[in-house]
């Protein structure tokens, strides 16, 4: 089954300051890769998707970036952080295949000061 | 706008009860996924349901899909503690990727020992 990895598990960084999750995958080859923002008490936002190395689809207009470096390697990264850039966010993976669940790490905590 | 929508935003019941949430969609779907998350947790897929199927069934929950109303139900009966968490409906969109879904602002269930 696929495991996701994600670290860290709480961040706080000061406006204006570089940032780079990574998110790790086990238990599968060549899957789609997700990142989502959550904010409190709220659904998840849907940042970017990846169906494969270096192939990366932005859903909204912002702040972030992602890369994908190798199959099961999805980063996600900000030149200058801003204060609406604090939230939950979560990485996820499906096998890509018709009609499967996604599978989400544990998240990283993002807080800016 | 909004693919999938829960009904309520929050439910508070005693332990033994049954819980059931609701789901609103707007377009055609092929499929529609319940999600549940535990706080600051990543979320975990309960059940897909395909969109030629009415009902189906895991262990304490049982989902239902009227795709001519475009809504979803989520029971999960004889409520434990445990059950505590907020749940999510997730659709797909048939004019988009299938494997890219929206997930709806989640319903918060507080189940009382």
């Known amino acids: 089954s696929q495991t996701i990895h994600q670290w860290p598990a709480t961040l706080v960084q000061p406006v204006g300051s570089p940032l780079s999750l990574e998110c790790t995958v086990e238990g599968t080859s060549n899957p789609n890769l997700y990142w989502y923002r959550q904010a409190a008490g709220r659904g998840l936002q849907l940042l970017f998707y990846s169906v494969g190395i270096g192939q990366i689809s932005s859903e909204v207009p912002q702040n972030l970036s992602a890369s994908r470096p190798q199959d099961r390697q999805f980063i996600l990264s900000s030149k200058k952080l801003l204060l609406s850039d604090s939230g939950f966010y979560l990485c996820a993976c499906s096998t890509g295949q018709y009609n499967q669940p996604q599978h989400f790490g544990d998240g990283t905590r993002l807080s800016i000061l | 706008s909004q693919q999938g929508e829960e009904d309520p935003q929050a439910l508070s019941i005693q332990e033994g009860e049954n819980a059931t949430m609701n789901c609103s969609y707007k377009t055609s779907i092929n499929n529609l996924q319940w999600y549940r998350q535990n706080s600051g947790r990543g979320l975990v897929h309960l059940i897909l349901i395909r969109s030629n199927e009415r009902e189906k069934h895991s262990g304490r929950l049982r989902v239902t899909l009227d795709t001519s109303k475009k809504s979803s139900s989520l029971l999960i009966t004889a409520s434990r503690a445990a059950d505590t968490a907020s749940y999510f409906c997730?659709?797909?969109?048939?004019?988009?990727?299938?494997?890219?879904?929206?997930f709806g602002p989640g319903t918060s269930l507080s189940v009382i020992p």
């Open positions: 997730a659709t797909d969109a048939k004019k988009t990727s299938y494997d890219k879904v929206i």
